[in-house]
């Protein structure tokens, strides 16, 4: 194989070399002689410039087609690369989302942070106020600190809201031992399908010490 390059190595110079030759016995006018490398040195160019089967493919590149400069906004760029075109907006919304979650997680964590992430989760996804964050507070409070590495070794419950068995969670991810945002999202839907509200739950657990 490395001989066979060679060899097409050398008829090629020897090709260029007979064609210079040829060249320089030409008589040019000064008008045509620039033309004239001009499109000698576009073909050198683009001969050089195309891959071949003995040197390395050219990537394909990834290019950002721009609409019209009137209506330049994020909404209309789009991204090429070979596959489907994907709208940048689109990419953008789905990084800011987990970007999001991944903030959330990270606060959860902590006491403040997690009753933070539960008392926004209520109010946008149950439209549940202060008066039942408070019951909420005092029910997550009493099953587990809102610790969200709390875990019962006697019954198996697990994590803030003490899921019995803790493997309910599954439902919403199977990241529950130790995603706080598993265990609260989990919760607030507990609550919400078998009590209504978490004043009822946390009323039932004043009775029953569990809820």
């Known amino acids: ?5 060679l060899s097409k190595v050398r008829t090629f110079a020897s090709a260029v070399g007979e064609f210079f030759a040829a060249l320089s016995q030409l008589k040019l006018s000064r008008r045509s002689a620039p033309a004239l490398w001009a499109v000698i040195g576009s073909m050198i160019f683009l001969g050089t410039a195309q891959p071949t089967a003995y040197g390395l493919e050219f990537p394909m590149t990834t290019r950002l087609e721009l ?3 009137a209506n330049l906004t994020s909404k209309n760029f789009t991204v090429t690369s070979g596959a489907p075109m994907v709208s940048l907006s689109s990419q953008i919304s789905e990084m800011a989302i987990v970007a999001d979650i991944s903030r959330q997680v990270e606060m959860a964590r902590t006491v403040s942070g997690a009753k ?37 070794y006697r019954s198996g419950a697990h994590g803030i809201a003490q899921a019995l068995p803790a493997t309910k969670m ?32 946390w009323a039932k657990w004043r009775r029953s010490h569990y809820y």
């Open 67 to 69: 609409p019209n400069s």
């Open 116 to 152: 933070k992430v539960a008392k926004a989760l209520m109010k946008s996804k149950y439209s549940w106020g202060k008066g039942q964050y408070e019951c909420l507070n005092s029910l997550w409070k009493k099953e587990s600190h809102w610790n969200y590495k709390a875990h019962n």
């Open 1 to 5: 194989m490395k001989k066979f390059a």
């Open 170 to 201: 599954e439902v919403i991810s199977d990241d529950w031992r130790t995603n706080p945002l598993t265990q609260i999202t989990w919760g607030l839907h507990y609550i919400d399908l078998r009590y209504d509200t978490p004043c009822a739950a």
